[in-house]
């Protein structure tokens, strides 16, 4: 054995044990989490965020930048839920049926719904409460703000506990009678409880699923709920959330007859002039899980929750009035809760509805339990969002929760509007209590920052929340999640034995049977047998030999190790507007955090943290500029783009197929690739190549394939070509099973192509292979192509098409997949409770799509004929300079539905998730309207549209 071989097995033996030294810290690891939450002492993290709010805001972002202008929300009555708006207004107070002011903080287009994401017929819509469809895109896009593919938490422990008040939605509350059609979906549309179970129903979860009612403390109740079940191991991740979509203006009206209102519409809270609220809206959805579990995976923490408590008035002076012992009680509660004093609290985010009445008391309860232990040069700040938007409602302790986690991450209070003058408890506390009239610096202890949440409920139901900024910002320690804890739910990580999942079988174990296993070319193929597949070895679970990525001593021979290496990035959706959609909310993002992110961050998180659709699209670019370019074209809807030297290369289509046939057709001595124009930047590539010129050795007068692709005559042999082609179509093949593919058939073309299929399949070990290769003998016979008819290597498919129409097979009402049909739906293509989600492609992978017309990626990356016939891949690329990278080769895979193994392709040392924008849904609108009399046109059911019957509550 020469030196360096000794060298290379002294390299693996090492890397096996450092892999089981980890595995055994990975253990110590678990079992010191599982003693902390044994003990109690786990406190719970916020990892994600959705929210619509009143004023136009759709993200938590957009929520900051409300509070940091200092925005008033408030809009004019809605004109589209069939409101009487001009019949509504009287500006005196106390007249029955009338309200006495003109706004309210309402939500821009509550009636807004993407029906056809969520598999809903617009019937169906229609008939479902917009509290409960606002929750569910929301929802969504809080699974996808952690960083987190909501389609892999199906089947997941994961709890849903949700605050809600019924709202009176097609005439379910307020003492109107119901509607005689439509009640199909109305029945089930608006229980409550479908709330959340509906979220639980769309995302497959199995954890427990509530719906709470306590008025204005429902979501704090909701969230203490959530943070109990996690602490409690009833569920790994929890979603706490809170809603309220006014579909009748009762609430306007009974309280201008109590002259409860403030007369101008602005809420002023803890103010002297304060007199009356206003009434809002708005939905809000957390994602926690316990901290060491976010940290261990990699999730980002935005806040955490140290304590938390909710408490009941008891015998007062009045079931819906304010009472100071009640709120002193739950304050002091959550501090317990804590461990805290309550001089370790900066800030208190008060109820504040602005009435005098119940302001003056929450501030004798904040001055009793808050004020004692502090001085007037530490005072405790306070305030209010209900001044920027008035009362949500049940959806009032999410904003304010919101509002806190956003302000300690910013390191800044946002000022509450209308609060001056103060309150005379405010002037007599000494300083002690002091409200923010204008933002200012989170005030500096030498301790970590921390605020606390009150929502008081109209039953006499209090909540009260203590928050702690963590101790790194957000995302900035986030890693891609731990490998050795993927079969934990919590992770967002599926452990069933779908496609592209890495903790299968490790590629190329020699000691698993089934891997190579002759005449079985269906079954799992043949691969490298020193590493695992996605050459990582602090990654691989087997504890199988594998080489380090950093040191491998043949490396120079095989190869040079470049710094850069190019990754596409994929996007997807349910449509191709969608799709356009999609590229357009990146942009932004990209636009408004330049230079934040590098471009392999961005690809990563693009392929692990979103789920794969069926319309997608790749972009492959040289540099950030032709990377925005190429999203530039995706969002205009330009067709051919396309892969100059000084242009993006974009590629869109439909998926379409999970099948994949490997073509090996080895060049010949007048086509051999370049030394320089192979994958080198891939370290599985470069891997495989020292593997592989180890194993050439004896059949090659012990050169590398660098000396065979390059010889000194500068053409090679037709020996030497066979042995050079047999090597590069292996490298590839290995390659591509390091980014998780798993081909149907291999199939090889001429005697080096087939020779190499058969290895693959299996049929033959490599130095059998090459034994057959090099003494003239025939390859085995090869299996048929499973339908690739026609589609062999070189077949280019249809040509290229940007990201307009891509033809049928596009996902619209009633399409089948996760998520196809909503609670109740019977009807055909309806799934049931255990899908994937909204037509995803399962978790961790990429998988198929309807069948249907594919765009197809150029040279080495094809589909079959038209119909649902298999992908074909051709290995090696065409070795013109024009040819797709391996890049754009594996952004071409994803578009025509192959199976990625997204974490092993994208991911490596370094590589980190970075946030994006969730989901761009479309905003249709849907609202149930009563029956048009007999002689106007219109349906009960349905999405309100121009010429549907909007009729006053008096015609009701």
Not at 149 to 162: K, Q
Not at 191 to 208: C, E, K, M, Q, T
Not at 468 to 480: F, I, N, Y
């Amino acid at each position: 054995m020469s030196d360096e071989a000794k060298l290379r097995e002294y390299l693996r033996k090492a890397t096996a044990a450092l892999q089981e030294e980890r595995r055994k810290v990975g253990e110590l690891s678990d079992r010191l989490a599982e003693a902390e939450r044994a003990r109690g002492d786990d406190p719970v993290a916020v990892i994600g965020m959705g929210c619509r709010w009143p004023g136009g805001i759709d993200t938590p972002d957009g929520l900051w930048r409300a509070l940091a202008e200092e925005r008033d929300c408030l809009s004019p009555f809605p004109a589209d839920r069939g409101w009487d708006v001009a019949g509504l207004y009287d500006p005196e107070p106390g007249i029955a049926g009338r309200c006495s002011v003109r706004e309210g903080g309402f939500l821009a287009g509550a009636g807004s719904f993407d029906a056809e994401f969520f598999g809903y017929t617009p019937e169906e819509a229609a008939g479902t409460d917009p509290q409960q469809r606002v929750l569910l895109e929301t929802a969504w896009e809080a699974v996808e703000s952690a960083g987190i593919d909501p389609s892999t938490l199906a089947g997941s422990p994961t709890g849903v506990f949700v605050g809600l008040t019924p709202q009176g939605y097609a005439g379910t509350d307020g003492g109107r009678e119901r509607p005689e059609e439509g009640t199909d979906f109305l029945a089930v549309g608006t229980l409550p409880s479908a709330a959340s179970g509906r979220i639980a129903y769309v995302l497959g979860l199995h954890g427990p699923a509530l719906t709470v009612d306590t008025a204005c403390s429902s979501s704090l109740s909701a969230l203490h709920l959530a943070r109990r079940s996690l602490l409690s191991g009833e569920c790994s991740l929890a979603l706490a959330a809170g809603v309220t979509v006014m579909a009748v203006p009762d609430v306007f009206l009974e309280h201008s007859r109590f002259s409860a209102l403030a007369e101008d519409g602005r809420t002023k809270p803890f103010s002297a002039k304060a007199d009356g609220g206003n009434w809002a809206e708005g939905a809000g959805v957390l994602l926690l899980e316990r901290l060491s579990d976010a940290e261990r995976h990699g999730h980002p923490v935005l806040a955490v929750v140290r304590g938390s408590a909710v408490g009941q008035n008891g015998t007062s002076n009045g079931l819906a009035v304010p009472n100071g012992p009640g709120q002193r009680r739950v304050m002091k509660r959550a501090l317990a809760d804590a461990g805290l004093s309550a001089a370790d609290v900066d800030y208190v985010e008060a109820h504040g509805t602005g009435t005098p009445l119940g302001d003056s008391m929450e501030a004798e309860a904040m001055l009793a339990v808050y004020g004692r232990e502090r001085h007037p040069e530490r005072p405790l700040l306070f305030g209010s969002v209900k001044s920027n938007m008035g009362h949500p409602q049940s959806a009032a302790g999410m904003a304010g929760v919101m509002k806190a986690v956003l302000a300690l991450g910013h390191g800044t209070v946002p000022a509450t509007l209308n609060c001056v003058p103060p309150l005379e408890t405010v002037e007599r506390s000494g300083g002690v209590l002091r409200p923010v009239p204008a933002s200012v610096p989170w005030p500096g202890t030498g301790r970590p920052e921390r605020a606390a949440v009150t929502a008081l409920g109209a039953g006499g139901t209090n909540g009260h929340v203590i928050l702690e900024r963590p101790a790194h910002p957000p995302w900035e320690r986030s890693g891609s999640p731990s490998r050795e804890r993927s079969e934990d739910w919590s992770s967002g990580r599926p452990h069933d034995s779908s496609w592209g999942r890495s903790e299968d079988s490790s590629w190329g174990r020699p000691e698993d049977s089934s891997w190579g296993r002759p005449g079985n070319p269906s079954q799992q193929w043949s691969g490298n047998p020193a590493r695992n597949r996605s050459g990582n070895p602090a990654r691989n679970r087997s504890g199988s030999p594998a080489r380090e990525r950093s040191g491998a001593p043949s490396r120079e021979r095989s190869g040079p190790a470049r710094d850069v290496r190019p990754l596409p990035w994929l996007l997807s959706a349910k449509d191709p507007a969608a799709l356009r959609r999609q590229a357009r909310k990146l942009l932004g993002h990209l636009d408004a955090h330049p230079g934040r992110w590098c471009d392999a961050e961005i690809a990563y998180s693009l392929a692990v943290t979103r789920s794969a659709f069926t319309h997608r699209a790749a972009v492959v670019g040289a540099d950030r500029g032709q990377y925005l370019a190429g999203l530039r074209a995706l969002a205009d809807g330009e067709p051919g783009v396309g892969g100059g030297e000084t242009s993006p290369w974009v590629e869109s289509g439909l998926a379409r197929t999970g099948r994949t046939v490997l073509v090996c057709a080895a060049p010949s001595a007048d086509a051999l690739p370049s030394h320089g124009s192979l994958p080198w930047e891939w370290t599985p590539f470069r891997d495989a190549v020292a593997d592989l010129d180890e194993a050439l050795a004896p059949y090659a007068d012990g050169r590398s394939l660098a000396e065979l692709l390059g010889p000194a005559d500068g053409r090679a042999t037709d020996e030497d070509a066979a042995l050079a082609g047999f090597a590069v179509v292996v490298a590839h093949a290995w390659l591509w099973q390091a980014c998780g593919v798993r081909p149907t058939t291999v199939v090889g073309e001429g005697r080096a192509g087939r020779w190499a299929a058969a290895h693959l399949r299996g049929d033959r070990t490599l130095e059998a292979a090459l034994a057959g290769l090099t003494g003239g003998d025939e390859p085995p016979p090869e299996p048929a192509r499973a339908g690739a008819g026609s589609a062999g290597a070189g077949s280019a498919g249809p040509s290229s098409t940007g990201p307009g129409p891509a033809g049928p097979g596009s996902a619209g009402p009633g399409s089948t997949g996760p998520g196809s049909a909503g609670p109740g739906s019977t009807g055909p293509g309806s799934t049931g409770p255990g899908s994937a989600g909204p037509g995803s492609a399962g978790p961790g992978s990429t998988g198929p799509g309807p069948a249907g017309p594919s765009s197809a990626g150029p040279g080495p990356v094809s589909p079959g004929p038209a119909g649902p016939g298999p992908v074909v891949i051709e290995l090696p690329a065409a070795p013109d300079a024009k040819s797709p990278s391996f890049a754009r080769q594996l952004g071409a895979a994803f578009v025509s539905g192959v199976r990625l193994d997204r974490e092993a392709a994208f991911g490596g040392p370094g590589v980190r998730p970075v946030p994006l924008p969730t989901y761009a849904f479309a905003g249709a609108h849907h609202w149930w309207l009563p029956p048009a009399p007999p002689s106007t046109p219109g349906s009960a059911l349905g999405s309100a549209a121009a010429s549907s019957p909007v009729r006053s509550p008096e015609q009701r």
